[in-house]
């Protein structure tokens, strides 16, 4: 399957989890130019994600944690701070129970979320939780 068109989503015989993976693939590289479609693309992918999960509970959490991402990414660029900061905090509950690399970016996400926001102690606080699944060894 070619990645990256516009028609990812509804291309006969893909399968959700494709589906969804292209609408990211597809705002990744529109999103700095073709901001409306990329963020069309992210909430369709949002919604699927949100399907997909509750019909296999757990089985596509991180799918969905990475598409709560990606759109509050998105917003960020956008100044939109605001909007982006449910969903990153979304995206780390979700990402708590993958664990991983996985959490580690959502934390640097609402991180740089709260930062926008002017709550420099919680983006403190979220990037030094972040640092230490990183170093794990280190002693406090």
Do not use: C, F
């Not at 709560?68 to 605001?82: D, P, Q, S, V």
């Amino acid at each position: 399957m070619t990645r990256n068109g516009p028609d990812d989503a509804t291309r006969r015989g893909t399968s959700d989890v494709e589906a969804i993976e292209g609408l990211l693939a597809y705002a990744q590289t529109r999103s700095s130019r073709w901001g409306g479609a990329a963020l069309k693309r992210l909430s369709e992918a949002v919604a699927r994600s949100r399907a997909l999960d509750a019909r296999a509970p757990g089985q596509h959490t991180a799918l969905l944690a990475r598409s709560l991402l990606a759109k509050a990414r998105l917003l960020l660029e956008r100044n939109r701070a605001g909007e982006a900061l449910p969903l990153a905090e979304e995206a780390v509950a979700l990402a708590r129970e993958v664990g991983g690399p996985l959490l580690v970016m959502a934390l640097s996400r609402l991180a740089a979320t709260l930062e926008a926001l002017h709550r420099y102690s919680e983006a403190a606080a979220t990037i030094a939780e972040a640092d230490q699944l990183l170093r794990p060894d280190e002693p406090d």
